[in-house]
């Protein structure tokens, strides 16, 4: 068997793995995570590192009070790319005072459910949301 032939085989046998472990639409965010990438100019940004050692950062634009775009980056596993890239998307469109309150639960039901040892990515990236909801609404405060 050639090297490439090797390689192929090991990354069919490690998708076909991570495809049974977290499902067909959240398999298809490891392999492409959507809104990754940092945003230049944004409104808000949420910054939050887990107990596991991954940081997850929060990019929101805001436009008439409602995420008008939104991105994520991470330096850690592939369950924090899925979870941070459906964070990104779940913001789209929402009223920013909406997100206050936007929880860990919200992305585990949008992904379908992660294996136990992943769950933890979800509250994470959902904790950056709202850390970048805090942010922005601590530059609309005005100092005199």
């Known amino acids: 068997m050639s090297l490439d032939d090797f390689v192929n085989q090991m ?3 490690i998708d076909a793995e991570a495809l049974a472990a977290y499902g067909p639409e959240a398999f298809a965010r490891w392999k492409n995570p959507l809104y990754m990438g940092p945003m230049p ?3 808000a940004c949420g910054r939050v590192t887990g107990t596991c050692g991954d940081t997850i950062q929060v990019f929101l634009r805001i436009v008439d009070g409602k995420v008008a775009a939104a991105s994520f980056t991470t330096d850690g596993c592939g369950p924090s790319a899925i979870c941070g890239s459906f964070a990104a998307e779940m913001s789209l469109g929402r009223k920013i005072e909406d997100l206050a309150d936007f ?3 919200a992305i585990l039901e949008r992904t379908g ?4 040892d992943d769950r933890h990515c979800a509250f994470l990236s959902a904790a950056a949301v ?3 909801v ?3 609404m ?3 405060v005005k100092t005199p």
């Not at 459910?113 to 136990?116: A, D, Q």
């Open 41 to 43: 100019e944004a409104d």
């Open 134 to 136: 805090d942010d922005y």
């Open 11 to 13: 990354q069919a046998e």
């Open 138 to 140: 601590g530059r609309q």
């Open 130 to 132: 709202r850390a970048a």
């Open 113 to 116: 459910g992660l294996p136990e």
């Open 103 to 105: 929880t860990g639960e």
